[in-house]
């Protein structure tokens, strides 16, 4: 009986300690562990009739001996119900005495796996200094980080790769068209699985890579997004949405195996500073001469790499009171800090090793597979996929958010429209347009110029790639305005007084019924650490939040993330771990977010960071869309 119940109570102390370290994990892991409580709770009303027979043949002392042992089991069942509920609740309450999780701990949507064991230790995130009170002060709570948790987790190989051979191969990996049938309708879904296999051909048994499709048809020129989940067990499965009548086919590109997305992590945790910047320092000389020294700069972060900056006399640094971020650049040898004038990139640092570069030379290959053409009819049922509903702020972006026909987006997100000139002119008439970001954006300002013959644009003496810029329609009472975010921003030798962080540009701005605010970020960022990016990210997020109290009626626009490089200075599987920190910061702050992701990775065009026109003119349709929703 000794043996039975100590084996009984080890399993106990295993379920709930795993149980209790569930913390957020997705429902069906959840679900796991209920399935192994219930079979717990079988064993011990097996095992009570047992311990009740017993003691009726034991002495007092047996008997109190087996009676607390019962007393303990029966305690360990009221735990175990009690968790069962929680679970039911799925962990809505926070733990406040719980520690704060590792970030990077969990499964993402798109690759929910449902058995963690793979994942080793947490990659990119890392709150475990000065956490509570940075975070608490900016209004995040426990599920928040947990929601974020899940948002960029990436399968890991389970396994050293000790060989190039063992990386996801696109000429061996293939898909097939689940269950195809001779004919769909409209708004049907169909699935794919793609089975993903090594170099020696053997199909590979873990997940982690990084898989894009789309269904298309180059004559109508149509194309949709494809969802893709990973399996964790070398096969995905993708789903498509059937939006147009017509034909269409399936086309899976392979943009990094898992191997090579693993040399991308390693090298965001230890060679931030491959990407480096200088600064300009100027200042008066001797007998009325000009002293000038150019020195390399980049972000105060003292890990990651981007602490070698600090040697000899170290550095000059440049700390904004306001947003709390630190410029750091190496101490000019003749000159003062205070000197520093201008800004530039400054160059790229390659320290992939041999085995680096092969793991990343099989990059955005296309995979074969079933070549089968669908074809999709009119539905004969109530299958409706138009969107009714009317443009507003904080609304879900699914997948697929829309889909291309004949050049034109058609979006699930909201009702939205197509702009002419005129249209455009009556919709900006009276606003006030501020736009913050990069060059991706900067093609929407360079798009209303070039649209609106009546909207001149000012010469404000400045460097044109980081602005600032401006445009005026002064019978219209339209000012349009652009410029770039702050550093660490890749441009041309610029003022550096002339960029400013996008908080402190919200916090300047009264706001209003007339002001419309959108600003982006993301690929000046692809090669520094995830936390980094998410307290930029949550420092405008408490700026937006600011202006929204004071000035509820402003329409604030954040335009996502473009696909379009695939290197390790700024991979598309960088920009979607910054494009889901985006969406996860600003999902519940009642702001428009203008998703370009799936807009530019299913077009027929060359992937290009900055997209070409028919891109862009359909993502300044739905711009307008948010702007003027009636």
Request: aromatic share 12%; proline share 4%; glycine share 6%.
């Amino acid at each position: 009986m000794d043996i039975e119940i100590q084996q009984q109570h080890y399993y106990f102390t295993d379920v709930l300690a795993s149980f209790l370290d569930l913390g957020t994990l997705q429902l069906s892991c959840c679900l796991q562990r209920v399935r192994e409580l219930s079979d717990f709770i079988k064993n011990i009303l097996i095992c009570v009739p047992k311990m009740t027979k017993s003691l009726m043949g034991l002495k007092s002392h047996e008997v109190h001996k087996e009676r607390s042992c019962l007393w303990k089991l029966f305690t360990g069942l009221c735990l175990l119900v009690v968790l069962f509920f929680l679970v039911l609740s799925f962990m809505g309450e926070e733990r406040e005495k719980r520690p704060l999780p590792s970030f990077l701990s969990l499964h993402s949507v798109e690759h929910s796996c449902h058995n963690s064991s793979n994942a080793r230790s947490p990659a990119g995130i890392n709150f475990q200094t000065q956490i509570s009170s940075f975070y608490s002060e900016l209004g995040i709570s426990l599920d928040a980080y947990s929601r974020l948790q899940q948002a960029v987790y990436w399968e890991e190989p389970d396994r050293s790769i000790t060989s190039v051979s063992m990386s996801t191969s696109p000429a061996h990996t293939t898909f097939i068209i689940e269950n195809l049938k001779e004919s769909y309708q409209i708004g049907e879904e169909l699935y794919v699985t793609v089975h993903a296999k090594d170099s020696d051909n053997k199909f590979k048994h873990y997940g982690g890579d990084f898989f894009q499709a789309k269904l298309f048809w180059s004559k109508s020129k149509a194309s949709v997004f494809g969802e893709v989940l990973d399996l964790c067990n070398g096969s995905y499965r993708v789903r498509f949405l059937l939006p147009w009548v017509g034909e269409a086919q399936v086309a899976v590109r392979l943009i990094h195996s898992s191997e090579a997305v693993e040399v991308l992590k390693r090298h965001r945790e230890t060679d931030s500073d491959r990407v480096y910047f200088y600064g300009y320092y100027e200042g008066p000389g001797p007998d009325k001469t000009r002293l000038s020294e150019t020195v390399k700069c980049n972000v105060k972060w003292d890990k990651n790499g981007l602490e070698s900056i600090r040697t000899g006399d170290c550095c000059c640094e440049y700390n904004d009171p306001r947003s709390g971020e630190t410029w750091r650049c190496q101490r000019p040898k003749s000159l003062p800090c205070s000197a520093l004038v201008y800004h530039s990139m400054g160059g790229y640092t390659d320290s992939l090793t041999y085995k680096d570069k092969m793991l990343m030379k099989q990059t955005n290959k296309d995979i074969s597979g079933d070549k089968s053409i669908i074809k999709i009819f009119p539905s004969h049922g109530n299958t409706n996929i138009d969107v009714t509903e009317k443009c507003h702020p904080g609304l879900h972006t699914p997948v697929p958010d829309g889909f291309y026909l004949n050049d034109v987006w058609t979006s699930f997100v909201c009702r939205t429209r197509h702009f002419t000139t005129q249209k455009i002119t009556e919709c900006l008439k009276d606003k006030d347009i501020y736009m913050m970001g990069d060059s991706t954006l900067r093609q929407w300002f360079e798009f209303f110029v070039n649209e609106l013959p009546v909207l001149k644009q000012m010469n404000l003496h400045v460097q044109y790639q980081s602005g600032p810029l401006l445009a005026v329609d002064v019978e219209n009472n339209i000012d349009l305005h652009w410029r770039a975010h702050g550093v660490p921003l890749r441009t041309r030798k610029t003022a550096f007084a002339d960029l400013h962080y996008i908080s402190n540009e919200i916090d300047d701005l009264a706001g209003g019924p007339h002001m419309v605010i959108v600003f982006n970020l993301g690929p000046h960022f692809t090669t520094y650490p995830l936390d980094f990016f998410t307290q930029r990210v949550l420092k405008i997020r408490k700026a937006v939040l600011a202006l929204l109290q004071r000035a509820p009626e402003t329409t604030v626009i954040i335009k996502t993330v473009n696909t379009g490089r695939k290197d390790i200075f700024g991979s598309d599987w960088y920009s979607l771990q910054l494009d889901r920190i985006l969406q996860w910061a600003f999902q519940d702050v009642g702001v428009y977010i203008l998703d370009v992701w799936q807009m530019t990775a299913c077009h027929y065009n060359d992937e290009d960071i900055h997209p070409g026109p028919v891109i862009i003119k359909n993502e300044i349709d739905i711009l307008l869309s948010f702007i003027c929703p009636k």
